[in-house]
């Protein structure tokens, strides 16, 4: 954004008093981080394309805007788009202007683009059950391979989103005779911080989600901090793990599966568990407590192609 990006203020709001200033770093924390930096970015192209053509980007018209999503259409996703006509509108509304995304020469425009290139989102491959055991499977006994076989049988069994996964701290588990109780302190449908539980269950199988955590910490030797973390090549144990890693993780796991790993992701292992319990017939109410998603439809998403053939029609009607 303009200005102080990574508070989201704009130039030409200035504080102008204490009172104000601390108004407007509530409102920076309004959103989550990723999605301040995902709007930083948004911003600075729609500024860099209105400099590029001369036009003023804030305020913007209604028909630069439009004629910005048009440009952008071939490069970008819809979804993509959808997000930087948010970043815009939110630019505008934190200087004080205010912009119409209903206006015709925006939203005729967006009902366009919808219409010509659809709205489906590419989505990771979900790394199901079988999957995530024959990526386990691949993971030696090397300090390494503890950890990344610890990252996908708990990750799935958890649901867990990449971002959570690694800010999963000693002190957020409790053991319990059943398994294992997570705190989740704050997530992507938990921007407020009000925190989730969510328990991992022993199965006693070889790929018990809670026996692989235990034997990475054993070997580790972590006892306080972070879960997961970075290991060089040399066997030491970093400080940390980035989320990016998480995807590389499933990526080089899957690979040595013999799966595509381009159609894998970070967001593999909470996919995978939604479609996994899906295809088991589990209840949709107790596969969204463990996902955390924040409705229904959104759950759905995963559940749907998963039970395509669950008392499929096509059967019953005797061809």
């Not at 999503?69 to 997000?83: I, N, W």
Request: with cysteine; aromatic share 6%; proline share 3%.
């Amino acid at each position: 954004m303009t200005g102080d990006v990574s508070g989201f203020v704009c130039r030409g709001v200035p504080a102008v008093t204490a009172v104000v200033g601390n108004a407007q770093a509530y409102a920076a924390v309004s959103m989550s981080g990723a999605t301040r930096k995902a709007y930083q970015g948004d911003w600075s192209d729609f500024q860099g394309w209105c400099d590029g053509l001369g036009l003023q980007a804030l305020p913007a018209t209604p028909e630069s805007v439009g004629a910005y999503l048009a440009a952008k259409t071939k490069l970008l996703a819809v979804s993509t788009l959808m997000r930087r006509l948010a970043a815009v509108a939110t630019a505008h509304r934190l200087a004080g202007h205010q912009l119409d995304t209903r206006h015709p020469a925006i939203r005729d425009v967006m009902r366009g683009i919808r219409r010509v290139h659809g709205v489906a989102q590419k989505r990771a491959a979900p790394a199901t059950t079988d999957r995530v055991k024959a990526m386990a499977d691949h993971c030696d006994a090397s300090l390494l391979g503890v950890r990344d076989r610890a990252i996908l049988l708990f990750g799935f069994a958890g649901a867990f989103r990449r971002s959570e996964l690694v800010r999963v701290e000693i002190e957020h588990l409790e053991e319990t005779a059943d398994g294992i109780r997570i705190h989740i302190p704050r997530s992507k449908s938990d921007q407020e911080g009000q925190g989730q539980d969510i328990g991992v269950m022993r199965t006693g199988t070889a790929y018990c989600p809670v026996q692989a955590l235990q034997l990475w910490l054993q070997a580790a030797a972590i006892q306080e901090g972070l879960v997961f973390r970075g290991v060089d090549r040399h066997g030491n144990v970093g400080a940390s793990l980035s989320d990016k890693a998480i995807g590389l993780i499933v990526k080089r796991r899957a690979e040595d599966a013999g799966l595509d790993s381009s159609l894998f992701s970070g967001h593999s292992l909470r996919a995978g568990l939604a479609t996994s319990a899906a295809a088991a017939g589990l209840e949709e109410r107790d596969i969204q407590r463990q996902t955390r998603h924040q409705s229904v439809e959104q759950l759905r998403r995963y559940v749907r192609p998963a039970t395509v053939f669950q008392n499929n029609v096509t059967k019953g009607v005797g061809l």
